[in-house]
């Protein structure tokens, strides 16, 4: 009796924590600037976001002369989990700037559990992604560009634990290899997630991106039309809102603001996602 009782305590609390791990897996993809999540898709089901992100500023630093960007982004996100342990994503766009517009660059993952912390418990669930990025269409070098202009491979370590039903935490250390000139980049982040009811879910995440080289604006080398060569580092933080209707329907929305960083615009970003899941 004391036995059955056990296991459906146990059954009980992995339900729960499951269902706690499918509501964060479904705010981490409407996060407008994450790529990945420690937790992944259950297996055979696909979820499909679309996201659009506005962004402006008024200066990058540095720059002696004041230069008021803005952009548009429309993205769509697939993700699909393959197995217990396997999931893909994908990440394509199009976006307008105030002199530019084109295709974006288009991303494509896979991820591997490493750990499980429902089956190894005094071990955060644990995740290696990585991934190919593939230059998108549109003209480089100017400050209203809406990209980097270049091929690139990544790789990623990402760690989670849900702490009560109601919260858990994240976090990501990775590496970005890219052509045409641009600077490879170290990133890393860590957000805090909670979950209020089973329906409403808010996350605050600090990202951090540090470019391994590069131009600096005003030095040796640059020109004002080698933007997308500039050593450019950004620490951002990003707040998200998002609200489930249903298991397969749900709206984020998202603000964000650059907190600091070196040759960098110094944007404000706010988006809007609408997901579904199959």
């Given at each position: 009796?004391?036995?059955?009782?056990?296991?459906?305590?146990?059954?009980?609390?992995?339900?729960?924590?499951?269902?706690?791990?499918?509501?964060?897996?479904?705010?981490?993809?409407?996060?407008?600037?994450?790529?990945?999540?420690?937790?992944?898709?259950?297996?055979?089901?696909?979820?499909?976001?679309?996201?659009?992100?506005?962004?402006?500023?008024?200066?990058?630093?540095?720059?002696?002369?004041?230069?008021?960007?803005?952009?548009?982004?429309?993205?769509?996100?697939?993700?699909?989990?393959?197995?217990?342990?396997?999931?893909?994503?994908?990440?394509?766009?199009?976006?307008?700037?105030?002199?530019?517009?084109?295709?974006?660059?288009?991303?494509?993952?896979?991820?591997?559990?490493?750990?499980?912390?429902?089956?190894?418990?005094?071990?955060?669930?644990?995740?290696?992604?990585?991934?190919?990025i593939i230059d998108g269409d549109y003209d480089t070098g100017s400050p209203h560009a809406i990209g980097d202009g270049a091929n690139g491979v990544e790789v990623s370590l990402l760690a989670g634990k849900v702490?009560?039903?109601?919260?858990?935490?994240?976090?990501?250390?990775?590496?970005?290899?890219?052509?045409?000139?641009?600077?490879?980049?170290?990133?890393?982040?860590?957000?805090?997630?909670?979950?209020?009811?089973?329906?409403?879910?808010t996350s605050l995440s600090y990202r951090y991106t540090d470019a391994r080289d590069g131009l600096s604006?005003?030095?040796?080398?640059?020109?004002?039309?080698?933007?997308?060569?500039?050593?450019?580092?950004?620490?951002?933080?990003?707040?998200?809102?998002?609200?489930?209707?249903?298991?397969?329907?749900?709206?984020?929305?998202?603000?964000?603001?650059?907190?600091?960083?070196?040759?960098?615009?110094?944007?404000?970003?706010?988006?809007?996602?609408?997901?579904?899941?199959?």
């Open positions: 009796m004391k036995h059955q009782l056990l296991n459906n305590v146990v059954k009980n609390k992995l339900v729960k924590n499951k269902l706690v791990i499918a509501t964060i897996t479904g705010l981490l993809s409407q996060g407008c600037l994450a790529e990945g999540s420690p937790w992944l898709a259950q297996p055979g089901l696909t979820s499909i976001s679309l996201t659009q992100v506005y962004q402006s500023s008024d200066e990058i630093k540095k720059l002696p002369v004041k230069v008021k960007l803005s952009q548009n982004t429309s993205w769509l996100s697939i993700n699909h989990g393959l197995s217990d342990d396997l999931a893909i994503d994908f990440k394509t766009g199009y976006a307008e700037s105030r002199e530019e517009s084109g295709l974006t660059d288009t991303s494509l993952g896979l991820s591997w559990r490493l750990a499980d912390e429902f089956i190894e418990d005094s071990l955060p669930t644990t995740t290696l992604r990585a991934g190919i702490l009560q039903s109601w919260m858990a935490v994240s976090a990501e250390l990775g590496y970005r290899k890219r052509t045409s000139g641009v600077p490879d980049d170290i990133f890393y982040s860590a957000g805090i997630h909670f979950l209020p009811t089973d329906s409403l879910s604006v005003g030095g040796p080398g640059f020109d004002g039309t080698n933007f997308n060569r500039l050593e450019e580092d950004v620490e951002l933080l990003d707040f998200n809102i998002s609200y489930s209707f249903n298991p397969a329907l749900s709206l984020g929305l998202n603000a964000a603001r650059v907190a600091d960083g070196k040759n960098t615009a110094n944007n404000e970003v706010f988006a809007a996602t609408l997901g579904y899941s199959f």
